[in-house]
């Protein structure tokens, strides 16, 4: 028998029609209001069809077990560390599997900035099912919508769980561009940020990775909106700075900490970048 919902120690949190109502007519919350939200625990025989679909957009992650959602024509599998999200208005039906019941955390959501945010996670309907890096941060975010709700659903504090909603859609965003633990774009990023000392090639690091020199540029230049050279040189300015503000160090010794045997070079390049030398930098009073 499916169950909507009365799954042991669930939390569940429901904002009365009215209110998410009044939410969308005000400035802010407008733009993205959560009017839904809830934690069900290995939620055997949990299930949920609507052929109209809801009014809302979901979003369902999925932290143990697994479940299915038949969404644009096709089923789709959920297992732990994914997200389902279904844009509102589309037909659907999601489920726990029974074999091994999924532990979810969810929350429905409306508002005008809601088509671009989930659009920028890559989630659509014929993909709705995406991989979680940061999972766990995620659940977190989740989690502090439940209990904002659990509170109160006070004007102040649905302003406050549509910020933690963005701040959700923008984490499952931001883990769609710079990849899944242990994909090529991932270990990439990862040994860029770990090799500021030395130039690269984009042959080495694809060969690396394991993909073509081509497919490496495509991922890096959606995640960074430019090329692996130009982001490696983008993350060793950052280092020289860092150096800059927080040491004595000649700028000849920032230029070697940061791969650059010569000083002169580094001097250009970093003017380049910045708009003044690496002493005019220096010599700012920030903060």
């Known amino acids: 028998m499916a169950l909507r919902d009365g799954f042991e120690n669930q939390r569940l949190c429901v904002v009365p029609r009215p209110l998410v109502t ?15 939200a809830g934690w069900f625990p290995r939620a055997a025989d949990h299930a949920r ?48 599997s029974e074999i091994e019941p999924w532990t979810i955390w969810w929350c429905h959501l409306r508002g005008t900035d809601l088509r671009e945010l989930v659009a920028g996670t890559g989630a659509t309907t014929e993909r709705p099912v995406i991989p979680l890096r940061a999972v ?53 990023m990862s040994y860029l940020a770990e090799r500021l000392d030395s130039p690269i090639t984009v042959a080495d690091l694809a060969a690396l990775v394991g993909v ?24 060793r300015m950052a280092r020289a700075r860092h150096l800059l503000d927080t040491t004595d160090q000649a700028v000849r010794v920032v230029a070697r900490e940061v791969g650059y045997t010569d000083p002169f070079y580094f001097s250009r390049l970093f003017r380049r970048t910045h708009g003044e030398s690496p002493s005019q930098y220096r010599a700012h009073h920030k903060g």
């Open 22 to 36: 009044a939410a969308l007519a005000r400035p802010i919350t407008r733009r993205l209001v959560v009017s839904d």
């Open 49 to 96: 069809e609507r052929p109209r679909g809801t009014e809302e957009t979901i979003v369902i992650v999925c932290m143990a077990g697994a479940g299915w959602a038949h969404l644009g024509g096709a089923r789709h599998r959920i297992g732990a560390g994914n997200a389902l999200l279904i844009p509102a208005g589309e037909p659907h039906a999601y489920g726990a």
């Open 136 to 188: 766990d941060r995620a659940v977190a975010l989740l989690d502090e919508i439940v209990s904002n709700l659990e509170r109160d659903q006070s004007p102040a504090r649905l302003l406050g769980t549509a910020g933690v909603a963005w701040n959700l859609l923008t984490l499952l965003a931001t883990d769609q561009l710079t990849g899944v633990r242990g994909d090529p774009l991932e270990r990439a």
């Open 212 to 235: 073509s020199p081509s497919h490496l540029s495509a991922l890096v230049h959606r995640a960074t909106g430019g090329g692996v050279i130009a982001h490696h040189t983008a993350l």
